[in-house]
């Protein structure tokens, strides 16, 4: 019989991976909480119509069959969140946040389903950290976006970061630049392929971002979008290009720049780490000021961006960072078996109720000194405490240092003191 294997897509983060895990989210936390947001988390299940609706039916998710979809015995359609942002907008308009005093600054951290081709650090169950502020138009709050998520990175240790940035207008202006490209496009079908075909009929702005063998030449003559801002959208692009250059940071116009959502107006934008090459966009977001009212609430103004954490683990390794060493128990608890046995149990237990990090070496039957000091060595223990039957007869514990020094004889209910003396645990 075959042994069952993880599906496809699907990763198991074991323990070494881990350790980055936790840099990345211990990181992600404190300074989400820097920047004044709070956490919320929103289910993993949304009813499909708020995809349908919010995301766009001419998004990949959809075009591309990339969702998660089933349906219950009543007949409603579900889906495992393919992104964040519909799932957190309905929160806020569910739960009534539109009274809150505004705007509402969130972020979440979990999962996220994709029935998408497996690629490096992209996975079909990704991880994200998703930051959100909701209720603002002022161009400052798409700059809060981008330099937290930028300064996610630099504090984790990428160099060279620089930005992205585009307009894809709205709802007033984007029509008239969808025309212009549309015509545009039609007129070199030609060159393209079937599936940038499929993306000019479904949704022309995703044919910029065409990964398509021939693209980059003709797209390059392509018409650009900020040429087509309506004022309100020329004000806002312009007023943040200047904040930007106020605090001094890198970023480059790039016309082909569009999302893959529906949602998206005005600023979207990536943040790229120039050192990685072909894979240097690490993130992306934008502003999607239409998205409440397209899943039926009142106009919210919002933007936000998604940072998926595989990518990040995957960076991380790509420049030589390491992650902080795990950290083993500082104490193993040896024994002879026999009364020995619950008697290191209980001292085991009783370390750890006092804050201190202790190991019990397990043995169905009696177990040397040899191979119990062989396995503190292998997992960095700083002591090792000896319960053996002249010990527990007299009330006390030995206990051996491993860095060097004099094994010491100390009575059981000084053990704890004498530990923390030994600055051990907390």
Request: glycine share 8%.
């Amino acid at each position: 019989m075959a042994t069952i294997q993880r599906p496809t897509g699907m990763q198991d983060v074991l323990p070494d991976d881990r350790r980055y895990w936790e840099l990345i989210l211990d990181k992600a936390v404190e300074l989400a909480e820097r920047y004044g947001f709070q956490r919320m988390d929103t289910p993993i299940l949304e009813y499909t119509d708020l995809f349908q609706r919010g995301v766009g039916t001419g998004s990949d998710f959809f075009v591309q069959k990339e969702m998660y979809t089933l349906v219950e015995d009543d007949g409603a359609s579900l889906t495992l969140r393919p992104e964040f942002t519909a799932g957190l907008v309905r929160a806020y308009l569910e739960n009534g946040m539109g009274s809150w005093p505004q705007p509402v600054k969130l972020y979440t951290i979990g999962p996220a389903f994709r029935r998408e081709r497996p690629q490096a650090g992209r996975f079909r169950q990704h991880s994200q950290v998703d930051v959100e502020i909701l209720g603002e138009m002022d161009p400052a709050a798409d700059l809060e976006i981008m330099m937290l998520a930028r300064n996610l990175y630099r504090e984790l240790g990428y160099k060279e970061l620089t930005f992205q940035l585009n307009s894809t207008g709205c709802p007033v202006c984007r029509p008239g630049y969808v025309t212009a490209l549309k015509e545009y496009l039609t007129n070199h079908l030609d060159k393209l392929s079937p599936i940038d075909q499929e993306r000019l009929r479904r949704n022309p702005l995703r044919v910029l971002d065409s990964k398509e063998l021939g693209m980059n030449e003709l797209l390059a003559r392509a018409p650009h979008t900020v040429d087509y801002l309506c004022d309100d959208c020329a004000s806002h692009f312009s007023e943040l290009r200047s904040l930007l250059d106020a605090l001094d940071q890198s970023y480059t116009i790039n016309f082909r720049l569009v999302r893959g959502i529906d949602y998206y107006t005005k600023t979207v934008f990536e943040v790229w780490d120039r050192a990685i090459g072909a894979q240097a966009a690490l993130c992306g977001g934008g502003r999607y000021d239409g998205l409440a009212e397209a899943i039926g609430g009142p106009p919210t103004p919002s933007v936000g961006a998604g940072i998926g954490i595989e990518r990040i683990v995957l960076g991380l390794k790509e420049q030589g960072i390491e992650p902080p060493a795990p950290s083993d128990p500082a104490v193993l608890v040896a024994h002879f078996g026999g009364e020995t046995k619950p008697a290191a149990v209980q001292l085991a237990f009783l370390l750890r109720q006092a804050g201190i990090g202790a190991r019990l070496a397990f043995a169905r039957e009696r177990r040397s000194m040899k191979s119990q000091m062989r396995e503190a060595d292998k997992h960095a223990a700083r002591y090792v405490l000896i319960l053996g039957e002249s010990e527990l007869a007299e009330g006390k514990v030995a206990i051996r240092p491993l860095a060097g020094g004099e094994q010491v004889t100390v009575a059981w209910e000084e053990v704890v003191e004498w530990l923390r003396r030994l600055e051990v645990g907390d």
